[in-house]
């Protein structure tokens, strides 16, 4: 039972994943290493059951307490604009979400560190890693604007909420060479974001419009 569900049946199978990632391909997505993580993290198990059979549409759903589990096309793009055909050793991400971003991560980097300030979507999360036995993930009930001095630096760092500003202790936290993968701004006005910490200081490039939760500080 827990094979079948893993793997998928009707709109959840094998194939129907498959289908995702050539749409994926097709939209511009070109790092095949990003490609097959997507398609062997099993993303119905990370949205509420009565969702299972859209979970391989390009978009985002609801994971409740006013989040959302981002469009995939959005999880493809942000991962290989941090990865950029790198071997990455140490990830922080901020904003656990239900955990799907954190498990595509696992897949490509040796340790993924994540902070979620809302407790119950990161136990809900923790229970899905452990389900899926990922065990190279370290997770953290917290500010995301904090990141996580303790294991920092980072070889990169990627934000699934907007922040009107990028948080100051996410620059500080990255390792020289590092890249911060962030959408800032607020409302309809968030530019994709990617700093790289160089030795002279910051290097930021803007990509897409991007459309996110805010960034919001606290915990919950």
């Not at 790092?31 to 062997?40: F, G, I, K, S, Y």
């Not at 307490?65 to 140490?90: D, F």
Request: include cysteine.
């Amino acid at each position: 039972m827990k094979d079948i569900q893993l793997r998928g049946i009707g709109m959840t199978s094998e194939r129907t994943r498959g289908r995702l990632i050539q749409r994926l391909r097709d939209m511009g997505i070109k790092d095949e290493q990003v490609l097959a993580a997507m398609l062997n993290t099993p993303r119905h198990l990370f949205v509420d059951e009565a969702l299972a059979s859209r979970a391989y549409e390009d978009t985002a759903l609801p994971i409740g307490q006013g989040q959302t589990i981002s469009q995939p096309y959005i999880v493809g793009r942000m991962t290989e604009l941090l990865l950029q055909g790198e071997a990455l050793y140490s990830v922080l991400e901020v904003g656990t979400g239900c955990g799907y971003q954190t498990a595509i991560l696992a897949g490509l980097v040796d340790r993924v560190y994540t902070v979620e300030r809302l407790d119950q979507l990161l136990h809900q999360a923790t229970q899905r890693f452990r389900k899926l036995g990922l065990r190279n993930i370290r997770a953290q009930h917290s500010d995301g604007g904090w990141g996580w001095e303790a294991h920092a630096p980072y070889d990169g760092i990627i934000v699934t909420a907007a922040p009107a500003e990028i948080p100051a202790p996410l620059l500080q936290q990255l390792a020289p060479g590092a890249r911060l993968v962030i959408p800032v701004g607020s409302g309809r006005q968030q530019k994709l974001s990617v700093i790289t910490r160089t030795e002279e200081g910051f290097e930021q490039v803007d990509h897409e419009t991007v459309s996110f939760v805010p960034l919001v500080g606290g915990r919950g």
